[in-house]
């Protein structure tokens, strides 16, 4: 089945850029969606299909996806945008519909 | 307003049987492909369960495939996993989502807790 990689912690300061990265073969032919989550809470959508945003995320975020690599960046990183980060794709070849990496813990210093 | 409220978690002995429950409202419940997800204590989503609008479409994770079942009743707008068999590595709370075509997963319950222990 599909495998998506990512790092287990990424750390920034406030007011700096985060980039957090989803490795997948050929990831860029995907559709890559992106789940903020906060300690004792549910996962929240914050970007889909690469680089949309729901309503009610803020601009500050933003995905890029190509080749091998995806990417969630958050700008002008606040204090509350710390939490777990995952990256899923739908793999619509296999049994195994939605597959989800392994979560990267943002921590803002 | 899209709600998902998932129940029937609890303490469970290992071998045994638990029907978790997820009822739906403020959205079409039969248009939609449902999933469930479960984290254990600590660790990362795993997705364990999908099922089509109407049923016809299932798929299972292989650490849950002939031990759990999904299944849906559009009428009361309701998701259901029913888990035989159980084992301390099912332990995890479990969530069940909505899904948009691309298997964007846009809601989630708040989830319910499954302890698999003796």
């Known amino acids: 089945s599909y495998v998506l990689t990512q790092p287990p912690s990424v750390s920034v300061a406030p007011g700096q850029t985060a980039r957090i990265t989803c490795g997948g073969n050929?990831?860029?032919?995907?559709?890559v969606h992106w789940y903020q989550q906060k300690p004792g809470q549910a996962p929240v959508l914050v970007v889909y299909d690469d680089s949309d945003r729901p309503s009610g995320i803020p601009e500050r975020f933003s995905g890029s996806n190509s080749g091998n690599t995806a990417t969630l960046t958050i700008s002008r990183v606040e204090a509350g945008d710390e939490a777990d980060y995952y990256c899923q794709v739908w793999d619509s070849s296999s049994d195994h519909r939605v597959v989800f990496g392994g979560g990267t813990k943002l921590t803002v210093l | 307003e899209v709600q998902l409220v998932e129940s029937g978690g609890g303490l469970v002995k290992p071998g045994g049987s638990l029907r978790l429950s997820c009822a739906a409202s403020?959205?079409?419940?039969?248009?939609?492909?449902m999933n469930w997800v479960r984290q254990a204590p600590g660790k990362g989503l795993e997705w364990v369960s999908s099922?089509?609008?109407?049923?016809?479409?299932?798929y299972y994770a292989d650490s849950v495939k002939g031990r759990f079942t999904i299944s849906r009743d559009n009428a009361k707008n309701s998701l259901y996993l029913q888990m035989n068999s159980l084992r301390a590595e099912d332990t995890a709370v479990y969530y069940c989502?909505?899904?948009?075509?691309?298997?964007?997963?846009?809601?989630w319950g708040q989830g319910t807790l499954v302890t698999v222990s003796s």
């Open positions: 989502a909505r899904e948009e075509p691309g298997g964007i997963c846009d809601y």
């Open positions: 403020g959205f079409t419940f039969s248009s939609y492909s």
């Open positions: 099922i089509s609008s109407s049923s016809s479409y299932i």
């Open positions: 050929n990831i860029g032919s995907k559709s």
